[in-house]
């Protein structure tokens, strides 16, 4: 089992920067790959950015050169750095973790954290 936490969240104008922080606790040698994902209202919800425990790293089209996802070598905690933001970025964003152990493949994902961004 792991469970996750995100802060961070909160009110930005249009051009300033957020960081996001996904703390993990559990069994946190088991996760295989950490992301973020969004979702707004009235839309699906869509990858951001993930990192491999092998430290590959890939983003969504609409964040690449704005957004840079790290985590310390433990896994623990990993942070979402956002700049330059746009309102089209206002969603709630979650936290998600992947597990494989013995061959079985698990999803986990935090409770998520409102990002708005207006004048």
């Known amino acids: 089992q792991v469970q996750l936490v995100e802060s961070g969240g909160g009110l930005v104008q249009p051009g300033g920067s957020l960081r996001l922080s996904c703390a993990a606790s559990?069994?946190?040698?088991?996760?295989?790959?950490m992301a973020w994902y969004r979702q707004a209202p009235g839309k699906e919800r869509e990858l951001v950015a993930g990192?491999?425990?092998?430290?590959?790293?890939n983003y969504g089209d609409s964040v690449k050169g704005r957004f840079t996802i790290s985590r310390d070598n433990a896994k623990n905690p990993m942070y979402l750095q956002m700049n330059s933001l746009k309102p089209e970025d206002t969603a709630v964003y979650y936290c998600?973790?992947?597990?494989?152990?013995?061959?079985?493949?698990?999803?986990?994902w935090g409770q998520g954290t409102q990002v708005t961004v207006s004048s």
């Open positions: 998600n973790a992947e597990t494989y152990t013995l061959g079985v493949r698990r999803n986990y």
């Open positions: 990192i491999h425990s092998s430290g590959r790293i």
């Open positions: 559990g069994i946190i040698s088991s996760i295989n790959a």
